[in-house]
Each structure stands twice: as C-alpha cells, then as structure tokens.
C-alpha cells in the first residue's frame, strides 16, 4: 500500500453500504492516484448472482440502489476465494451477528498481510465484542492491521456522490494514514483516529438511539423530544465508550454526534425508520417482515446493555428500547418510565 504500486481491495458484502464503500474506492482509485500509476483494482463479493451480475454487466445495484451508476472499475463476483485472492485490502460490510461465521469460512483466503477493515455498526450477542474484536479473536490479527471506518455516512448520498466525510480508526496511525489515502474521493473526505473503541462504540450506539427517536417520530413527537433523545443518547454513548478506554473528545466528532445526528434524522435510516413503524402502531414482528436489510440497533441493543450492566453504566434509552424490541414494552409505556427516571446533573457518570 505504498509509492505507485497497484492495490487489491476486496470488498466483502454487496448489501447499500458494502456497494457504495466499493464505489467510493473505485472514485478514490481515478482521482486520487498518480495516472501514471497501475490502476487499483477494487473487487465487490457478494452472494446473490443476481445482484453480482448486475453489477458485472450494468455497473448498477438495482435492488439497493436503484438509479445510480457505479464506477466501472467495479467488478463483482460470488466466489469468496476469488475475491480475497491477493487483496492487501479486505473491507467487511456483513451484518454483525453473521460477521464470525463469515469470518471462519474466509480466513483461508487471505494474505498473511493483509489489513481488514470493518464497516460494521453492532455488538456481538452473547460476547458483547465489536466487530474489530470479532476480527482480532477469530483471524488471529495484530492490531496494526485491524481499521473501522464510520461516521455519518448514509449510502445513498454518498452513492450519489454527494459530500460526506468519516473516520479510518485505527491504534497503528501509520495504517490509518494509508488508507485514509485509499478511501479518499472528491465526494469522502476521511480523517484519521487512533481511538477505535471510541469510534466503535459511537457507531454501535446511534442505531439503538436512533430506533428511539424513530418511535418518538412515529408516536407524533417533536423536535424537543427527538433533540433530547439525541442529546441525552449522546450522553450515555460517551458513558460507555470512556468506560470501556475511548478518548470522550472522540464521541463529540464524526464518528460519535456527527454519525448519531444523521442517523436520527434522515429518513434514509433503517433503525430510525424501522423505530418510526414501531411508533405508529406496528408490531415488531411486522416490521420486521416488511424490512429488507439488517437494522443493526435491534439486535444490538441487547448486547449494547449487556455490556453497559458489565462495566456499571447507565444506559436508560438503550434499556428503554430493548423493553420495547425484545419484551413486549409499548412505547408509550416506555415514555412514561423514562420520564418518571429520578432527576440528575446532565453530566452524571461521565
């Protein structure tokens, strides 16, 4: 990943956000580089035909993203091995809960050099590990190879390539740096951090938040309400990150407030809209019928309170929201004992 030499980079999962990360490098790959250089070769596994073939042969994702014109130095293929096959680059984009299983089928096929890179915006149930640790624990990495990138990044903006900006974490600033270099388009803007924990957990935590302020959307709620949600989620991230090593300056950037305000706003959310369907009446089961990709905040907001419970954090909206995902809490009822919380200076437990 150094000078003018060609790089492989191996995108794993053609879901939205897995498609439009694999674009953004092919953007990187035409401006970014010295044209004189051997081009970057960016290949995008996914398991559907369907979904490979169209973008093999129309450089489009129509069933994530319909409309938009991918780069054509896009390639796509089903075989795993194929796509992992001397990239010094992998870039997971699976859903959380899958991530291990995945992981155990790959990790024959990758370079013993190779840095993987997570995309990824959950916690492990049962484990209460990242997708970093997951990464770390199951491949047997080092941490100088190991990155996460997140911020507030919905994809179909970015696919559109409109401005966006996030952060490459990772402990080795030297590895951060270099892909900083690879992800960088015209459009994405990435910056660098050395505190992936605090990166992580901002990333993990907005989905919970962000199902709330969805249900407070769908019950006909404000913005008052929606600014305290985001704020006082805000809180309770920054409480977890720090008690689990994060910088808390961390929580205030991209990755932390900038990543949780999109969430929380954009319609273009799965877990907000998946909370906003909650809020209007449906039950969890129909919505879950009726939406097509993963809303990571609904399972991770158990593991999220596990992991609070372990280190004595206090996480009232994320206890709120597992009520309502996972034991029959109505809404309403989760209103009402969220308010009726014993009063607090705004920065307890920080």
């Known amino acids: 990943m150094t000078g003018n030499d060609s790089v492989r980079i191996a995108v794993l999962g053609s879901g939205s956000w897995g498609t439009v990360f694999a674009n953004v490098i092919a953007d ?21 035909a369907a979904v490979v073939d169209a973008v093999n042969q129309t450089s489009q994702n129509p069933d994530y993203l319909p409309g938009v014109t991918l780069n054509p130095r896009l ?17 997971l984009a699976v859903p959380t809960q899958s991530l291990r299983d995945n992981l155990a089928q790959w990790r024959g096929h990758l370079r013993e050099d190779a840095v993987v890179v997570s995309l990824m915006k959950g916690v492990e149930l049962g484990t209460h590990l990242t997708a970093s640790q997951i990464i770390a624990e199951v491949l047997e990495l080092p941490a100088e190879r190991i990155a996460v990138v997140s911020g507030p990044n919905l994809a179909r903006e970015i696919a559109e390539r409109q401005p966006a900006t996030a952060v490459v974490a990772c402990p080795h600033e030297e590895t951060a740096v270099r892909l900083q270099g690879l992800f960088k388009a015209p459009y994405f803007r990435p910056y660098t951090s050395t505190d992936l ?7 993990a935590m907005k989905n919970v938040i962000a199902l709330a302020v969805g249900v407070a959307e769908g019950m006909g709620f404000g913005d008052n309400t929606k600014a305290s949600l985001i704020t006082r989620g805000l809180a309770e991230t920054t409480r977890l990150a720090v008690a689990l090593g994060a910088d808390e300056h961390t929580l205030s950037g991209l990755a932390g407030m900038g990543d949780l305000v999109a969430t929380c706003s954009s319609p273009l959310s799965r877990n907000r809209t998946f909370g906003e369907k909650l809020g209007k009446g449906k039950t969890l089961e129909q919505v879950i019928a009726e939406t097509r990709q993963t809303a990571e905040g609904v399972k991770s907001s158990e593991s999220v309170l596990e992991l609070g419970w372990a280190r004595g954090v206090d996480l009232p909206i994320t206890e709120a929201v597992v009520k309502m995902m996972h034991h029959d809490l109505s809404p309403a009822e989760a209103l009402v004992a969220f308010m009726a919380r014993s009063a607090k200076p705004e920065r ?3």
């Not at 990187?28 to 559907?48: F, I, K, M, S």
Request: overall charge negative.
């Open 28 to 48: 990187a790959a035409d401006r970014a580089r010295d044209p004189a250089a051997p081009a970057a070769e960016v290949v995008l596994w996914g398991r559907r």
């Open 75 to 91: 390639t796509a293929t089903t075989d795993a091995a194929k796509a992992l096959a001397e990239a010094e680059v992998v870039v």
């Open 197 to 203: 924990v605090g990166v992580e957990i901002g990333g």
């Open 348 to 350: 307890y437990g920080v």
